[in-house]
């Protein structure tokens, strides 16, 4: 089946400075990647919406300048948390398409903690 | 913003009993999809059910979707220790795949 990894699985960063998460589709081309957040004991919300090569489509209430999203290739999409302060602190989930499929390849995620 | 909302929010059974989530949506959609979470872990796709669809099987795990109700249920039956984990319905809201999910269901089972 489709594998979409994540890394890093955890990092811990300080306040201030920037830390980024890769999305990697491992055995297929993702034409569409998604990047998604979830607090403790909460749902998914998702952040914002990658295509290859165009810039990402963000979800209200999501600062694009705080979230960086690069989707260089069919198979890696990055997202930076710029400037990163303890509330940004979450899971940080990335799935992947393959175009025309409806069926979302989910990554690990990644646990992001700010001190 | 979050489209659906599912309920209960945790569910407690023992082994062997059936365990029944719903989940609510506020727009139309063109699919409903399950997802099960393990603690600090990613998703894994269950099932997907269309709008046109009223019920789908898989294994043990039986979906509905009323659109006239906008809400949908997933059974478990025979339920397993194994099954402990978080539930999440997901819809497409507008039809661009984008999914948008419910708050989930905890669901222990109980050996």
């Known amino acids: 089946g489709a594998v979409v990894s994540q890394h890093p699985s955890r990092v811990i960063c300080k306040s201030g400075t920037s830390v980024k998460i890769e999305c990697r589709s491992l055995?297929?081309?993702?034409?569409?990647m998604f990047w998604y957040r979830q607090f403790p004991k909460q749902s998914l919300m998702l952040m914002a919406t990658s295509n290859e090569g165009s810039k990402a489509t963000y979800e209200q209430g999501v600062e694009k300048d705080k979230f960086l999203i690069n989707h260089a290739s069919l198979t890696l999409s990055t997202l930076t948390v710029t400037s990163a302060h303890p509330e940004d602190s979450s899971f940080y989930i990335c799935?992947?398409?393959?175009?025309?499929?409806?069926?979302?390849?989910f990554g690990p995620g990644t646990r992001l903690t700010v001190t | 913003s979050q489209q659906g909302e599912e309920d209960p929010q945790a569910l407690s059974i023992q082994e062997g009993e059936n365990a029944t989530m719903n989940c609510s949506y506020k727009t139309s959609i063109n699919n409903l999809q399950w997802y099960r979470q393990n603690s600090g872990r990613g998703l894994v796709h269950l099932i997907l059910?269309?709008?046109?669809?009223r019920e789908k099987h898989s294994g043990r795990l039986r979906v509905t979707l009323d659109t006239s109700k906008k809400s949908s249920s997933l059974l478990i039956t025979a339920s397993r220790a194994a099954d402990t984990a978080s539930y999440f319905c997901a819809t497409d809201k507008d039809g661009a795949n984008n999914l948008f999910f419910g708050t989930g269901t905890r669901l222990t089972v109980i050996p």
């Open positions: 059910i269309r709008s046109n669809e």
């Open positions: 055995d297929f081309q993702a034409t569409t």
């Open positions: 799935s992947a398409e393959i175009g025309g499929d409806y069926e979302q390849y």
